[in-house]
């Protein structure tokens, strides 16, 4: 018999007696409550053990996640540990405020054991465990989901009130936050002028949507399961007057985005430039298309009247866009679309997209570029996880286009940008290929590129639609059908996130006169469309903080600048309903 020494086996017993398992149903006996799945059931069959296991299939779109938010214990160690079986299967914890930890399988004929270990921050009370598969790459099944540790202790009292809390940046339209971590807290409040316009996490925050060359006071409060501490001190600061740069235009502060048909017909019909409704303030002419799909040589040719027997001449149509222009309408080219794939793999494709954009601008005396660039044109090669310091080509080669481009044309030069959501949004989870491998290129591809452009971004309007499952901020699942997409992905981009969960390298907000929220004119133009009604309580929610449905905002934005649609034509079939929704709503 081995001898202890006096007070060790005390201490280990004390130890394991604190250790619980705080994952809920992690065998999966009670149905899928209190997981939130994209693609899961139970079933009864193969199973671990007990009676029930997840079942979860990908698609092209989605990887088949389920996650669920349990209480942790601040500076403690935890082992996650899951039986798996299929092909690619992973185990993760995100919000752990140290390291984000996952694990995986390749191939899994057999119930496998997966498992890993990872520490809570200093502040860290919540964290969100997760099993996924991947794309397209059909079933998985998950039993016996455990996390041991110390169990989560519920909280009695409110935290300390903030110190520290200091001003950054400062821009003619926002304010950068920052101050000093509270023992114990959840989360933190931000104050404007008195007024409360900000939940966040961690211990900085960017207010904006501010007026130039106006003074500001700011303060900032710590919350937990207790309640909310006492303000803090205030700081304040005054923005300065607005340069000539920044992505400035003269577009109305509420404007209305509409794509024209203007190189091919479909079944919504060709529409004369001159027919386009005076509602509509930016036109984009889509396509310019590639040559090759590697030679940044971009061409666009106007539908022929073999195809669309009532298109226009170019005199004409030249002479109408001066007319929408001189009305004070933008109209754009824009390049890519869904058959247009662009990937800028050398320095002499951005050589020639710069001159062939040019010829098309120059050509038709357009005001700018619309960016819809989609498919496999842009992806991040493997090692590429800095999306503040992009080393990829076609990443690093359309920067420079564009930048090239902005510096040729001049302040007034419209940017514009439709990427979707996988490229964007789902940088929340997932970025690139991974620090390990195996996730699809593209996932928050597009990234890189409007953290670049930000400051001379005129309008970023992702495309809220043709989308699979994306989590929000809120470490829920949104999908498409409602206002809570639409406003869930819409507080991303305000409020800003952490890039694949590391809350040391945040994707900052972007200011809401430069945010459109994209969605499709009707029914026939692509999956996600919404009714008048919850196009409404997107707005109202984004820019009044009224109407909200389930999704916590971040904020209210009063100068969100509008909405985009695919596209003019599919709402002139549809009796120009997208239209009438914006002008009933911004007058």
Known sequence: MALAVPGSAALSSAARAADADAAVNGGFESGLSPWTCTAGTTVTSPVHSGASALKATPEGSDNAQCAQTVSVRPNSQYTLAA?????????????????????????????QKLATTFTTGADTTKVTLYTHGWYGTGAYYADDVSLIGPGGGTTTQPPTVPAGLRTGTVTATSVALSWTPVTGATGYAVYRDGVKVQSVSGTSATVSGLNPSTAYAFQVTATNEAGESARSATVTATTPARSDGGGSSDLPAHALVGYLHASFANGSGYTRMADVPDSWDVIDLAFGEPTSVTSGDIRFNRCPVSECPDVESDTDFKAAIKAKQAAGKKVLISIGGQNGQVQLTTTAARDAFVSSVSKIIDQYGLD????????????LNAGDTDFKNPTTPVIVNLISALKTLKAKYGTRFVLTMAPETFFVQNGY?????GKWGGQDPRCGAYLPVIHALRDDLTLLHVQDYNSGPVMGLDNQYHSMGGADFHIAMTDMLLTGFPV????????????????????????????????????????DCLTKKTNCGSYPTHGTWPALRGLMTWSVNWDRFAGWEFQRTFDSYFG
């Open 368 to 379: 700018g570029l619309d960016i819809d660039f989609e498919g496999h044109s842009l992806s």
């Open 500 to 539: 694949a969960g590391d809350a040391g390298n945040v994707f900052p907000p972007l200011r809401p006169d430069q945010v459109a929220i994209g969605m499709p004119a009707s029914v026939n133009a692509g999956n996600g469309y919404v009714a008048p009604a919850e196009v409404t309580k997107t707005l």
């Open 429 to 433: 989870q997932f970025y690139g290929s």
């Open 83 to 111: 039986w798996v079986r299929g092909s690619y299967v992973y185990l993760g914890a995100s919000g752990t405020g140290t390291t984000e930890v996952s694990t995986w399988t390749q191939s899994a004929p057999d119930w």
